[in-house]
């Protein structure tokens, strides 16, 4: 089983890809983990944000495969960390596909996106830039695994 976490577009702003290759590395040492960037775009001035959610939406369930997708969503669940960390763990008692976490472009994910998701996530009910939210995502994931395995990182 291996977490992915796929984004539509690179990270480019260098303090947020500082933070996600800190975080990536450190959930090796738990998990197979890989971050998968789809590129952006290329001249979608002339297309509606229907049209680019679809184009982008075609990439995303592509590069997802089989796997089971969870969509980082603003209309998603909000999950205290620890709670988060108890999801994880189900995951990985299942065993099986591997696990697919979506971020996705400005305008959100196509119908067809939504219906493959097995799950939404909300990281907050505050909204986040799509660079930032790729970091502040890995550092949780990082942090479910150390109170998974009962590491001193997080503090309750």
Not at 119 to 126: C, E, Q
Request: net charge neutral; charged share 25%; no cysteine.
């Amino acid at each position: 089983m291996k977490f992915i976490l796929l984004t539509v577009g690179k990270t480019d702003v260098p303090w947020v890809r500082s933070g996600l290759d800190l975080y990536t590395s450190r959930l090796q040492h738990y998990v197979k983990f890989e971050l998968r960037e789809i590129p952006e775009l290329k001249g979608v001035s002339a297309l509606s944000e229907e049209q680019i959610k679809q184009k982008e939406g075609t990439l995303i369930l592509k590069e997802a495969g089989d796997a089971e997708m969870f969509l980082l969503d603003e209309h998603g669940k909000e999950f205290r960390s620890v709670d988060f960390a108890a999801q994880v763990q189900k995951l990985m008692n299942r065993g099986g596909k591997d696990i697919v976490f979506v971020i996705g472009g400005a305008y959100g994910f196509s119908p067809e996106v939504y219906a493959k998701a097995s799950g939404k996530i909300s990281l907050s009910k505050m909204t986040f830039s799509h660079q930032m939210v790729r970091t502040i995502f890995a550092e949780q994931l990082y942090r479910a695994f150390t109170i998974i395995k009962g590491e001193p990182y997080h503090h309750e």
